[in-house]
């Protein structure tokens, strides 16, 4: 074993690990000359302070199973910042987890190519009625055969209280003790690759939540010289901030090589704010990628900028640093036509199909144009970039809960509609995403719910409020409660009106056409080569796949028969819903056709 300074070398420069001598416990806190160990059950014990502000200290007969705290000189008591786990929430102590206890079955998974992703987006805690990694495993047969490969885990990070979307957390090593343990999230992974399944987990770096987060009182993790939505930026590019970029990075990797994860949803990237040499986000891809080894791992972003540089592509189509984005241009087009709801941001979207067709060929509707909700302009070309750089979808978490009521509105729209959409979404040659209970039309709301002590709950209904008073069409008197424990449980899913859903048939024959038909035509397809044009409530988009192969969206989203042709000459049909009429296209038909090079 290789030593430094009298310490041992470990792979993860942050938490606890286990060494000959013992426990090695550490804190980064250069803000102090001096802080204290309290093991449960003992007194405090003073650590070995390092010029380069580390505070360290071994102790022989702490194990798996020990709680701990850090003691700043002022007395406050904190939990490890690289805590793997917190059996009594934020406040709490850190307990030791030997993470390699865990026996894998799969230790053989090396993931599944980016072509072949069904993504499905869920909570842990409202999936099922328990809101645990165990409960979540008893539903992963259901996922596979409806044609799901991949799971999109909303933030597990340690967050304050009994509920939340995950995305206030505040000790990003540790897995929620609400959902369960670490190993219980490792049997989740596990399980999920033995039926084929990859799993993502959403992870957010661009904020820490207000309740819990203790490090900026012992080291510089925010920076005035950045702002974002949730105040001072973190620290990515001033003085202090090579930790603070190792802490973010070897999160990553701690997810990829102790929990075997096959990548990760960034949540808001362009909320990450650095001017260093090498950005943030550069850096985090390029060392995960090289962290998984010969591994299939995939990287999503959520990017409101639409900037397509973090898409790019090498010669042979790989992704150069991202995989994937979230493309919420796709979602807003198929919304309104589903809905014909055309306020708030949906307006820049209504009242031309083209704007489909366009998000379809060529991945987004703004590419640098002017963009009136925002007031400037939005987005770069991204028409050179291969289909499967964008993620589409018609619901997510963010898109539903941004409602007053958190609604699902797809789910009461006309049924023609629906159908149209999903039949165009599913089929199309993006990377389809599903948001929990869709497939079979499930109607339980999913608003914004947090659990935060009184004071800061007020601020949050306070804050709810407001921003969604300025959307129009959502009455803000209608807002429920996010803090009430009702709001939570409304959001769990009903299994029980699984059984008897119709779309759910309607959802597994297209994801078993998609895995048939388009997804043997997405390997190796290195840029974007489509077209599209539109009539009306008509389009048609026709794109160049593997081997030169065509595939064909012939679609009227309108209640009248549109004058369009309903057919290419020389192109086999694999899908058809409604069909022709007249020479013209039916009202909401869709057709999905193939044709030789």
């Known amino acids: 074993m290789l030593f430094t300074k009298g ?238 970029r190792e802490f973010v990075i070897e999160n990553a990797i701690y997810w990829i090589t102790e929990f075997r994860l096959d990548g990760f949803r960034f949540d808001a990237v362009h909320a990450i704010k650095d001017d260093s040499d090498e950005h943030l986000l550069h850096e985090l891809a390029r060392r995960a990628r090289a962290a998984a080894g010969d591994r299939h791992i995939h990287l999503i972003v959520e990017n409101e900028e639409n900037d397509s540089d973090l898409l790019k592509r090498d010669e042979k189509g790989a992704a150069k640093l991202f995989t994937a984005q979230w493309n919420d241009d796709v979602h807003h087009v198929l919304h309104i036509t589903a809905t014909g709801e055309t306020f708030g941001y949906y307006a820049d979207y209504a009242g031309d199909a083209g704007k489909l067709g366009r998000a379809l060929a060529e991945g987004f509707v703004f590419q640098g144009e002017h963009m009136p909700y925002s007031g400037g302009n939005r987005g770069r070309p991204s028409a050179h970039l291969p289909p499967t750089a964008f993620i589409s979808f018609i619901q997510n978490h963010d898109q539903i809960g941004n409602r007053a009521l958190g609604d699902r509105v797809m789910a009461s729209s006309p049924a023609d509609a629906v159908k149209a959409v999903i039949a165009i979404y599913l089929l199309a040659p993006e990377i389809p995403m599903l948001f929990m209970g869709e497939e079979w039309g499930a109607a339980e709301p999913f608003p914004f719910f947090c659990d935060f002590d009184e004071e800061l709950n007020k601020k949050v209904r306070k804050g709810r409020r407001e921003e969604l008073s300025r959307l129009p069409g959502f009455d803000a008197d209608d807002l429920l409660d996010p803090t009430a424990p009702s709001t939570f449980a409304a959001a769990k899913l009903d299994w029980s009106k699984r059984a008897s859903s119709e779309v759910l048939d309607f959802y597994r024959t297209l994801l078993d056409l998609r895995h048939r038909k388009i997804v043997p035509l997405l390997k190796g397809v290195t840029s974007g080569s489509a077209v599209y044009r539109s009539t009306g409530n008509a389009i048609a988009v026709d794109w160049t796949l593997a081997e030169g192969r065509h595939l064909h969206l012939r679609a009227n989203l309108g209640d009248d028969v549109a004058a369009f042709e309903s057919q290419l000459d020389d192109a086999a049909t694999i899908f058809r819903l409604g069909g022709s009429d007249g020479g013209g296209l039916a009202p909401w038909a869709v057709i999905w056709s193939l044709s030789e090079a």
């Open 7 to 244: 310490f041992p070398l470990t792979n993860m420069t942050f938490g606890p690990a286990f060494t000959e001598d013992g426990m090695l416990f550490r804190l980064w806190a250069p803000l102090h000359e001096s802080v204290s160990l309290k093991i449960e059950g003992a007194d405090p014990q003073p650590m070995q302070a390092a010029e380069d502000g580390w505070h360290r200290c071994t102790v022989p007969n702490a194990h798996a199973g020990t709680r701990y705290r850090f003691v700043l000189p002022d007395g406050l008591e904190i939990p490890d910042p690289a805590s793997r786990f917190q059996p009594q929430d934020v406040h709490g102590p850190s307990e030791v987890v030997d993470l390699s206890s865990y026996r894998w079955k799969t230790s053989d998974w090396t993931g599944r190519p980016w072509e072949e992703m069904v993504v499905y987006e869920m909570h842990i805690g409202c999936f099922t009625p328990e809101g645990t990694f165990e409960a979540a495993i008893e539903r992963l047969d259901h996922l596979r055969e409806l044609g799901v490969t991949a799971l999109q885990i909303m933030p597990v990070s340690e967050f304050p209280g009994r509920y939340s979307w995950g995305y206030d957390g505040v000790l990003p090593y540790a897995p929620d003790s609400s959902y369960g343990r670490p190993e219980d999230f490792m049997a989740l992974v596990d399980a999920a690759h033995e039926r084929g399944v990859s799993v993502f987990l959403d992870v957010v770096y661009n904020h820490f939540g207000p309740d819990g987060n203790y490090i900026s009182s012992y080291a510089p993790l925010f920076t005035d010289h950045h702002k974002t939505p949730w105040g001072h930026g973190i620290n990515y590019d001033g003085d202090g901030s090579q930790m603070i």
